[in-house]
Structures are given as C-alpha cells and as structure tokens.
C-alpha cells in the first residue's frame, strides 16, 4: 500500500546520488499501486531497464495504466530531446513501428513489453498518443499519478524517463501525497485534470495519433502470459541481474522490489515450485499423500446431500482444503472450477489465494477494499458465460462487507447459477445483519459453510437461517471435533492451566455497584430499559476486561516460564482489548473489512508488551496489531525464533497461520465463546518440532455478593465462565488438576460441573 508499506522522505523529494533516487521512487510505488496514469515527453529503453523492475508486482497487484506518450517519429525530434538531457544516442521508441523496437530489445525491455502486451489484453492499459501541434517543439511533460485505491500520489519534476534522467543526471521528482492535507490533495486533483484533459482529447494543443495500431502490434509481437510467468520472469531477471552497473543507492530500492516479487512468488508457491512451461496449470490435490480420511467423508455426505452442506470442523483441521477438495472433485468430473469465497476479513482474502495456489488453482480475482479492478474481469467473465459451452474457470475471492454491497453483490451474483460453487469461511458471519437479508438472493446451487462453531449464541433464528440455507436436516452435513483431531493427530495434545484472578478493592467495589443497579431494572421489558442495561452490562464487562491484577499474573506466567526453560520462545499472548471489549453477541464480522484497535487498546497492550520486555533484556517480543505492515514478516521471524513472543488482541483470530507457537496466555475477557475456541485451535496447529502446547488462561472470577438480589445474575454470569473452563479442560492432558482449581468458585455459587 502506498501510505503503509513504502518508507516516504518527509520532504516528499527525490533527487539523483542522494538516499531518495527517483528510480527508487518509481520501483515502490509500481509494487504498491494498483493505478498509474502516466504522461511522457519520451521514453528509451535505458529507461524500461530500470522501471521494469516492479511492473509484474503492479499486474498481480490487479494493476491498470494509462498513457499518454509524445509520438516520436522524426530526427528532428530525437535531436532535441537529446539536446535537452546531454544524450548522444538514445534508443528512444518509435511506437508506430513496433518490429523495429522488438529486434532491439534486451531480455528485461522483452519483460517490460510482455507486461504491456499482458495489460493490453486484459483490458488494462490505455495508450494515447499525441504529438504537438503544427510541428513545433516536442510534448514534454514529466507527470503522473498514483494510486492504490485508498490513497493518491501524484510526481512532477525535471526527471524524464531516460536512463541518463534517472541515473546520470542530477534530476529531481516532488511527490504530493494525499495523507498530507487538502494542500497536497489540491495538487494531485489539478494534476489529475490536466491529465484527464489531454486522455479524453479535449487539449487544443496537442495532435492526436490513433493508438489501436500500436496495441494491436504491441500484442502480435509478444506471446501472451500469464501472471505466474511473468513473475517468474521478473524474478529470474532481479536474481540474475549484475550488482555493478547501478548506484548503490537504487540497488536498495530495487532490491525492495526483489523482496515484495519474492513474497508474492513463495506465497503462491511458485519459488520451490516453478512451472517451465507456458500455460494454465493442471489442478490438483497439494500433497501426494492426498486428502486425509476424514476430507474424503466430508465431500462424500456433500455430495449425497446434493453438493449443499454445512461442515462443522475444529479450527486447524482444514477447513480450507477439505472445501477446495470438494472444488477439485468438480473440477475432475467437469473439467473446470468456478468458486465464489466469502471471507470474514482482507486477511483471509490472502490466505485463502494462498491456499487455492496450492491446488494449483490459478485465475484468482480478489474482491475488496486493498483491491480494485476486479469489475472488468468479472464483466468479461459473464460475457464469456453467455455461451452455454463455455468451461472457463476462475476463482473469485471476496469479504463479507464488499459482497454484501448492493452494486458489488449484484456482479457476482450474476455468473453461472449451476456451474459455481459457494463456499462461505466462518459462516455463521452470514446468520445475522445485511448478510442474513441477502441469503434468499444468492443463486448458487452449490454451497458449503466452513465454520469451527457454526452455532450463533443466543440466535435460535440466526441458526435456522444457515441450517436451511446450506441444506442441513436438523445436523451438520459434516462434523470433525477437536476431540477427534486430537486423537488422529491433527491437532496437537495440550495442557491447560486457568488461572483465576481477583479484583481489587475498588473495582470489587464498582462491579458491585453495576450490579445492584442491573439486578434492579433487569426483569423490565421496557426496550429504552433494556438498552440501559445494556450499556451497564458493557461498562461492568469492562471492570472484568480490565482487571488490574491480570498484569500480576501474567508477569508470573512469564517469569515461571522463563526460569524453567531458560527462554520464552514461541508465545503468544492475547492482551485485552480497550474500550470496546465484545459481548456475547459479537461476531468476528466487521463491516469496515479491519479491526480498530482504540487508544485505550493501545495503552493495554503496550503495557503487556511491556512487561514482556522486562523479564529479560534478551527476550525479542513484537506486537501484532491492525497497524502492523510488515505482518507477513514477523510471522516468519517468529516461525524461525528470531522473534520470542508476539502479542496480539484480536488480529490474530483472522485466519492467521502460527503453527510453530507452543505458549499461548490468554488475557482478553472476551464474552464470545467462539474466539476462545478459534484461539486454542490456533495454538493447537501441528508442527513438525512442536510436541505439545501449553494454555494458561486468565479467568477473571468477582468476589462473593450477598445481595440477594445480584446473587442469581452472577451465578449465571459465573457460570458461563465455569462453562468454558470445563471446556478447555476436559480436552486437556491434565484435566483433573484444572478442574480442581474451580472447587471453591462451585462451592460458593453452588454450581455442578457436568449439568
């Protein structure tokens, strides 16, 4: 993303032998756009050389680019431009006669051409081509923007696109970002016009050369590609590239570059495993082995129950590949896959294109806000689907709060009704709210919810709703328990260790007071009541949140931990949240596709962090939060030791993959039963140097009340809690020993364990 994931100069300026070279500029911002409207005075080759790095990240990002370009055609005009930046000989690009560019091209200006031609015939590139008028002087105009879809940046300067410009001369770009105040947007909307203004050919100035004939050359002359190719290319290319022949200076832009290809290329799985060969790939299952047992049964009961289903399985048995097994099950007997993915959050947007990768399942198309021009590759799609032969396959992958938009729904409910295959991750997400509503409008015939607790709390309706939905007769068309995967191997054994904490004096003191005023005016019915209570119900779950003797506790933890086995290595702990803790019915749905995190969240969790810190000054510890930019890696660095413990509030509850944890303290008082089950299945994941995991769990238990008339309200609030410890242990390698730490808590409550 342009605003999170370059590291911007704060005079926004680049300049030629300084840190900020404009060729490092024009790298970044390539692997962090997803638009580019550029206009030229010329362009070389020399140029493409440089630039070219980068442009595969800008096609796989869903990239789209308009040009405008001086039509170099006379010498005349070559003599100027050389004139004007010093060149003797230029290799400048006479557009009009592509063959002629062709037979000069070096194997990188062969790479550029092939990501044009790509971008050509995907509908993605514009090209104009001006000359100025009656002849005189040359267009020459150094500008353009940028943009991601949240953000804007706009350039203008001195710097051509010319190996001498970018390398040799002393040139300079300004950058206006659009984060920067209405001052800096100001700049990049009268840029914007001034370039809309010449594209859409309302400039008296300029004489207009018919641009088809380039495209359709530019299109003939280079073999067409796919996504995976050329980023294989471009990486090839960056790995095979000589380390001499550029300053220093942009050697680390472009060695940025490198590194966001390679992310892109090991996440698809591509770097180990390379494809040679030209062409679309063959699906197929990801490991020899093939799909476990329990895979097979699941699509076997979906298949009986006319491809509808709703698989219950606990979190980190593979919900994701028992569900693309049934894709390629059709793919087998059809000869193509056609899939709509619902997702919760942007994140699983990427883990589950990661995931289809695997399957070899190749064309992907993203639907969210990180992502734009999705639009006119799902148009040529219907358009292709309009020839009832038609066995084009495609996999289109899109969260909750994009798919439930009346424009965006009504796109992607409009392909084959017969042919696709719905698949719904954390499905009771589409049991309540503007999901709920939508479900009688969503056509596909095929559907399979995945979900580890497929049951919405407290929402019999809800639940109604996603039984009939996914054609479930009163049970789950498939069921793999945590208790099952434990046995079977896959999930890993655990011990659990509940820890209950007390409140101070003073918060004793204010949860009692809430309490008695809840007890007072909880039985009326009155709706204005009802909301009443519920806001002191919120502001009493906070006390409980918030407890101020979790932080003791968990500096124990830790210190017991760090004393028996001399580190803190692979740890993962669940700090509070702030302000806005859940309530029983919070579901992990959020219709801004992130997860705010407020100040108070903030100020809790760096407390954690803190105390982390302090009990060795060797312990590395990060934390992960919504914020966090370099996710991807840190995940790695805490996959490979680097990094002891993270910690996190909600973020990583979104799909992400930490296998190699084997510590995990939760400290979040979450109300939601469904989190607390998501994070021990995540903890639980196997890895092939993990032999057991270990749960300490903070269970915020309040002092005895004798009123009588709050008695029986805590008691079930008690008990709910009571309920989710027993949970926990009863699965656990040392259950009895937990159990007994609740002894005192039923005696006082007067509660039975197993009722």
Not at 370 to 378: A, C
Not at 597 to 620: G, L, N, P, W, Y
Request: net charge negative; proline share 3%; hydrophobic share 35%.
């Amino acid at each position: 993303m342009l605003k999170a994931d370059i590291r911007w100069p704060r005079h926004r300026r680049y300049k030629s032998r300084t840190e900020w070279e404009p060729a490092g500029f024009f790298s970044d911002c390539l692997c962090n756009s997803t638009h580019f409207d550029l206009m030229l005075g010329f362009f070389s080759s020399s140029a493409i050389s440089v630039l070219s790095d980068g442009f595969a990240t800008f096609l796989y990002n869903g990239g789209h680019m308009r040009f405008v370009i001086n039509d170099i055609l006379t010498e005349d005009d070559k003599n100027a431009i050389s004139l004007g930046v010093g060149e003797a000989e230029i290799p400048y690009f006479n557009m009009n006669n592509i063959e002629a560019i062709k037979a000069t091209l070096s194997e990188r200006d062969q790479h550029f051409f092939e990501c044009l031609s790509w971008l050509i015939r995907n509908n993605r590139l514009d090209i104009k081509i001006i000359s100025p008028k009656d002849g005189i002087g040359i267009s020459h105009t150094k500008s353009g923007v940028f943009s991601d879809g949240l953000n804007e940046i706009c350039f203008d300067g001195s710097c051509n696109f010319s190996r001498s410009a970018l390398l040799d001369n002393i040139e300079s770009i300004t950058a206006s970002c659009d984060w920067d105040g209405p001052v800096e947007v100001a700049k990049i909307e009268s840029q914007k016009e001034d370039f809309e203004k010449v594209f859409k050919g309302d400039d008296d100035s300029v004489i207009y050369v018919d641009a088809e004939n380039v495209k359709t050359r530019l299109t003939s002359n280079f073999p067409e590609k796919s996504i995976t190719d050329l980023l294989e290319d471009e990486y090839r290319l960056l790995k095979n590239r000589p380390k001499n022949n550029l300053p220093t200076t942009v050697m680390v832009s472009l060695s940025r570059a490198k590194d966001r290809l390679e992310a892109i290329i090991e996440k698809n799985h591509m770097l180990k495993e390379p494809n040679p060969t030209y062409g679309t790939p063959i699906p197929e299952f990801p490991y020899a082995t093939g799909p476990r047992e329990y895979q097979k049964n699941a699509f076997e009961n979906w298949k009986q129950n006319k491809q509808k289903g709703l698989f219950a399985m606990a979190t980190g048995t593979g919900k994701t590949i028992t569900s693309l097994n049934c894709l390629l099950e059709i793919y087998k007997h059809s000869n193509y896959y056609k899939a709509l993915i619902l997702v919760p959050t942007i994140t699983l947007v990427e883990q589950w294109e990661k995931e289809c990768r695997k399957f070899k399942f190749d064309n992907i198309i993203k639907v969210c806000s990180k992502y734009s021009g999705w639009k006119s590759t799902v148009g040529n799609l219907k358009l292709l689907e309009q020839n009832p032969t038609s066995n084009q396959s495609y996999i289109i992958i899109s969260t909750y709060a994009s798919f439930i938009r009346s424009n965006i729904f009504d796109e992607l409910c409009s392909l084959s009704k017969k042919k696709l295959l719905l698949i719904a991750d954390e499905a009771h997400n589409m049991g309540a709210g503007r999901v709920s509503q939508r479900l009688n409008d969503i056509p596909y015939v095929r559907r399979i919810g995945l979900s580890a607790t497929p049951e919405r709390q407290f929402d019999e309706a809800g639940n109604a709703k996603l039984m009939d939905f996914f054609g479930c007769d009163g049970q789950y068309t498939f069921e793999y328990s945590m208790q099952e995967a434990i046995q079977n191997g896959a999930l890993c054994k655990y011990y659990y260790y509940p820890h209950l904490v007390e409140l101070t004096a003073d918060e004793m003191a204010d949860y009692v007071e809430l309490s008695k005023k809840i007890a007072k005016i909880f039985k009326n019915e009155d709706p204005d009541t009802q909301e009443i209570v519920k806001r002191l119900l919120l502001k009493r779950k906070r006390i409980i949140h918030k407890a101020a003797n979790k932080r003791t506790v968990f500096e124990e933890i830790l210190r017991e931990r760090m004393n028996s086995n001399g580190s803190l290595k692979y740890t993962l702990v669940y700090a509070p949240e702030g302000n806005l803790p859940d309530d029983q019915f919070a579901d992990v749905f959020d219709t801004k596709d992130i997860i705010d995190d407020d100040m108070d969240s903030a100020h809790i969790i760096d407390e954690f962090t803190r105390i982390v810190r302090d009990i060795d000054e060797h312990v590395v510890v990060s934390k992960f939060t919504g914020d966090t930019s370099d996710r991807d890696l840190i995940l790695k660095d805490f996959a490979d030791g680097k990094i002891d413990v993270l910690t996190s509030m909600k973020c990583l509850d979104e799909g992400v993959d930490v296998p190699r944890s084997e510590l995990a303290i939760f400290c979040s008082s979450t109300g939601n039963p469904r989190q607390f089950v998501q994070r021990r299945g995540r903890v639980l994941r196997t890895h092939k140097d993990k032999h057991c995991a270990i749960i300490h769990d903070l269970v915020v238990i309040p002092g005895y009340v004798s009123d009588e008339d709050t008695y029986e309200l805590e008691k079930g609030l008690v008990g709910t809690e009571v309920k989710r410890v027993r949970d926990f242990a009863v699965l656990s390698e040392n259950c009895n020993d937990t159990l007994a730490v609740l002894d005192d808590v039923l005696t006082r409550y007067n509660i039975s364990l197993f009722e």
